[in-house]
């Protein structure tokens, strides 16, 4: 095995990878890596959710403490919640558990390299590779790196290039954040992905009650599990909607707050309000900033502003 500790090359042929923690992200892109021949020669795992994902996504994959897979390591992975990143590098540097020369890269969306400063001190190589995607811990996690982009944060153009081999051999596609611009990059993906699953979560907890005993026969009865009728009747519809803003931009805005129709969007919350006035909330806050986008008449603002 190449080891990076003793050669220049900035993108080494094979890698012994340690990976910490074993669950979602880091499970996913040890996977991925063992599948282009990096070898995942340890995990740490403490509860037994982790434990079970490290057996049955790196089958072969010792499951050791933290500072034994981080002493095994040239490539070592940080997968932790970006709360935990902090305290744990602090750990590995007082203990001295990482090799000078290791490579360790963080998968954190919100930090660059200055949270690794007290391992890149003992003269680590620093990475912050975060992979722009959502992880449910199912098997499709590890098809969709493939496909995903991931912000490359590093200290030099050695450390881009290392980074930049390592996404494109899985299948990704690498690019540069700058480190003082890693929490604007979170924030505009959280709020592109998480708040897309609060808004769809509504509009499908306001369609089940529009669509509850109107059922066909034959036809499944609206009920509370996902994937139901109500999914399938929206699926196609954001879909679309999504693809047409990620194409066409503030163009792809339809629908009556876009067109001005004061009257549909009153009705839309009066009848949501009966519904939840937590989803109603959410309606007036989304469709004032889309009237907003919009350039909406001071008639439509003024209905849509808090009434508190």
Known sequence: MTSTRFTDDPAPAR????????????????????????????????????????????????????????ARSELLVLAVPDSELASLIAGLASTCAVA????????SGASGIGILDPLTEQGIVPLAIHPAMTFTGHDEDIARL?????????????????????????????????????????????????????????????????????????????G????????????????????????RGPAALTGPVARGDSEAVATHLRVLEEVDPQIAAGYRALSLRTAQRAGAKSELLDILKDPR
């Open 146 to 222: 493939g496909s995903a982009c991931f912000g490359v944060t590093a200290a030099d153009d050695i450390g881009y290039a290392i980074a930049q081999s390592l996404v494109l051999e899985i299948g990704g596609e690498p690019f540069r954040v700058s480190e003082e611009m890693r929490p604007l990059y979170h924030a505009a993906l959280a709020h592109g992905s998480n708040h897309l699953v609060a808004l769809v979560v509504d509009a499908v907890a306001a369609l089940r009650v529009g669509l509850e005993g109107e059922e066909l026969l034959g036809q499944e009865l609206i």
């Open 15 to 70: 890698l012994a990878v340690g990976v910490v923690s074993a669950g979602r992200v880091g499970t996913a892109i040890g996977a991925a890596l063992e599948r282009v021949g990096h070898v995942v020669v340890g995990c740490s795992a403490v509860s037994e959710a982790s434990r079970h994902r490290a057996r049955t996504r790196l089958p072969e994959t010792e499951i050791l403490p933290v500072e034994d897979v981080a």
């Open 100 to 107: 000078s020369r290791t490579i360790v890269a963080h998968t």
């Open 224 to 247: 509370d599990e996902p994937n139901g009728l109500a999914e399938r009747v929206l699926q196609p519809l954001l879909s679309a909607a999504l693809d047409n803003a990620l194409r």
